[in-house]
Nanobody
Framework: QEQLAESGGGSVESGGSLRLYCAES???????MAWVRQAPGKEREAVAQ???????EYLESVEGRFTISRGNAKNTLLLQMNSLKPEDTAMYYC????????????????WGQGTQVTVSS
């Protein structure tokens, strides 16, 4: 059964770094994969995505601080987060779609369980 599984979240101080990992089910390859976050009381927002053509998009507020990439291990997706800010605090989800997407959380139809990122000031 296809699934996405995240890891790598945690708590850091403002200005710190974290790296998130997402493992894809080996039985399925997606057109678009993304990292989506949801803070308490807020809607989900897509922060970065990469498609099968290696085209990348970022949410403006994270551009220059976050980097999405495919991992060296087969079927992994990474999100390197640097210069973290308290407003980056959220549950981060690995998400995927079988079709092309704009950077839009409503486009993805496969989701992991999420990993918590907390940034203290």
């Amino acid at each position: 059964q296809e699934q996405l599984a995240e890891s790598g979240g945690g708590s850091v101080e403002s200005g710190g770094s974290l790296r998130l990992y997402c493992a894809e089910s080996p039985e399925r390859r997606y057109h678009t994969m993304a990292w989506v976050r949801q803070a308490p009381g807020k809607e989900r927002e897509a922060v970065a995505q990469i498609n099968r053509h290696s085209e990348i998009e970022y949410l403006e507020s994270v551009e220059g601080r976050f980097t999405i990439s495919r991992g060296n291990a087969k079927n992994t997706l990474l999100l390197q987060m640097n210069s973290l800010k308290p407003e980056d605090t959220a549950m981060y989800y690995c998400a995927a779609s079988s079709w092309a997407c704009e950077l839009d959380a409503t486009c993805y139809n496969r989701w992991g369980q999420g990993t918590q990122v907390t940034v203290s000031s």
